[in-house]
């Protein structure tokens, strides 16, 4: 199976920090990767695909890069309603595996 | 508008079974894998299990390989999970989930609310 890594586990940040988190494969994955956003007792959001394309009505101060085994998800200023858990995604091959997620508090 | 919506969860004890059960709207079902995904409580995100939109391919993580059966009827449009031998470990929030893209390994762009799923022993 593939293990998804993320880091960090928890991030403290504040109103209009730039913020980054990463995310490594323990293979190659190519570009099959994903990002989500999950808050208290709701359902995840997708929010990027494909490494780097944003979901329709996704702010542009989200974004992806990377290629191969490690990504990035950056968050460029942020905003209250981005305080959430983040969650890596490959789908590249079966089992489907999720990073461990990454907690974003004030 | 897409709409998923769980249903089916409950409490059982360890060893027994249930069935979750997925109503989907809003698209058309028949095109697009399904699939599970579980959370349990202040864990992170688990695939459990995805079918093809024909209904033919399945595929189950290890964790639930020979325990879980996962299932759908095209005609009504619902997603079945059918989870027997549960433990305590499958004690979790389980959602349906689904994506506007073809293809079995897919991210999912739509999910239901979930629905708790408790296994006590």
């Known amino acids: 199976d593939i293990q998804m890594t993320q880091s960090p586990s928890t991030l403290s940040a504040s109103v209009g920090d730039r913020v980054t988190i990463t995310c490594r494969a323990s293979?190659?994955?190519?570009?099959?990767l994903a990002w989500y956003q999950q808050k208290p007792a709701k359902a995840p959001k997708l929010l990027i695909q494909k490494v780097s394309n944003l979901e329709s009505g996704v702010p542009s101060r989200f974004s992806g890069s990377g290629s191969g085994t490690e990504f990035t998800l950056t968050i460029s200023s942020l905003q209250p309603d981005d305080f959430a858990t983040y969650y890596c995604q490959q789908y590249n091959f079966f089992p489907v595996t999720f990073g461990q997620g990454t907690k974003l508090q004030i | 508008e897409v709409q998923l919506l769980e249903s089916g969860g409950g409490l059982v004890q360890s060893g027994e079974s249930l069935r979750l059960s997925c109503a989907v709207s809003?698209?058309?079902?028949?095109?697009?894998?399904m699939a599970w995904v579980r959370q349990a409580p202040g864990k992170g995100l688990e695939w459990v299990s995805t079918?093809?939109?024909?209904?033919?391919?399945?595929y189950y993580a290890g964790s639930v390989k020979g325990r879980f059966t996962i299932s759908r009827d095209n005609s009504k449009n619902i997603l079945y999970l059918q989870m027997n031998s549960l433990t305590v470990e499958d004690t979790a929030m389980y959602y349906c989930a689904t994506s506007k893209t073809q293809g079995v390994a897919v991210p999912w762009d739509y999910w239901g609310q979930g629905a708790l799923v408790t296994v006590s022993s």
């Open positions: 809003g698209f058309t079902f028949s095109t697009y894998a």
């Open positions: 079918i093809g939109g024909s209904g033919v391919g399945t």
């Open positions: 293979q190659r994955i190519s570009t099959w």
